[in-house]
């Protein structure tokens, strides 16, 4: 779109929030000069505009970065974020790597993904190395699908201790999750982590279960409410660890 399509594209989008009764908008365009002509829009339908933080930057990518300086000239309340958890994972989430050994790959090549996965080149560099590995291996990437792609794209190894850097302009949390194992743990999302920097940083909002694993298992592999049911049990868990009083 051109920056006016944008910006009208956006009106339209906030008015529709407003009548429908929404309070906050989530963004995923923070463009300084989109920024200054919506922020009066906001201000006139009192709508709070939130950018989301997705996998896989973290708060203090560079691309977010330039989104913070923006907000900071700005230095208006209704300007915040939406942090994804898929932005800070330790694992890859077990849902993938089953969807990709499904498509053909064997331990060693689960093995080196998880590897490439694991360093702090970039999204592409990793993207492309494995690639090669593949075309070594005489493995057609194409076999993958997208999964070649969204491996890197949706998982994110961010320490979920940035949160904090930002935690004031927090307005609400994309509690991202793929699978609960069987000690009702989400085996690549440190969920009592995540809890703990947001009790410890003062979050009074929301948070929403967004169940991505659809994007990785087939229909009927698992039962997606209970594993929300069960999400929020462990959620509920580790809010009681962080907020429960230090013994002696």
């Not at 977010?64 to 694992?91: C, N, Q, W």
């Not at 089953?98 to 093995?111: F, I, K, M, N, Y």
């Amino acid at each position: 779109m051109t920056p006016d399509e944008e910006f009208a594209f956006s009106v339209e989008m906030f008015r529709g929030a407003k009548k429908l009764g929404f309070p906050l908008v989530r963004i995923q365009s923070a463009k300084p000069a989109l920024l200054r002509r919506l922020l009066p829009v906001a201000e006139e339908l009192q709508l709070t505009l939130a950018y989301e933080i997705h996998a896989p930057l973290g708060p203090n990518a560079p691309e977010i970065m330039k989104v913070r300086d923006t907000y900071a000239e700005l230095d208006s309340p209704l300007l915040g974020f939406v942090a994804d958890f898929s932005s800070t994972m330790h694992a890859m989430s077990p849902t993938l790597l089953r969807a990709v050994r499904r498509a053909g790959l064997d331990d060693p090549a689960v093995e080196r993904l998880q590897e490439i996965w694991a360093t702090d080149a970039s999204m592409r560099d990793r993207q492309q190395e494995f690639i090669a590995y593949l075309h070594g291996r005489d493995f057609d990437p194409g076999r993958l699908g997208a999964f070649a792609h969204l491996a890197f794209n949706m998982h994110g190894h961010v320490d979920p201790r940035e949160w904090a850097d930002i935690m004031p302009q927090i307005l609400h949390v994309h509690a991202k999750f793929y699978d609960i194992d069987d000690n009702g743990q989400e085996p690549a999302i440190d969920y009592p982590a995540h809890v703990r920097v947001f009790v410890e940083g003062g979050y009074r909002g929301f948070w929403s279960s967004e169940w991505e694993g659809h994007a990785f298992a087939e229909l009927g592999e698992v039962d997606p409410l209970l594993l929300v049911r069960r999400q929020h049990d462990l959620i509920r868990s580790a809010m009681r660890a962080a907020t429960e009083p230090a013994r002696a």
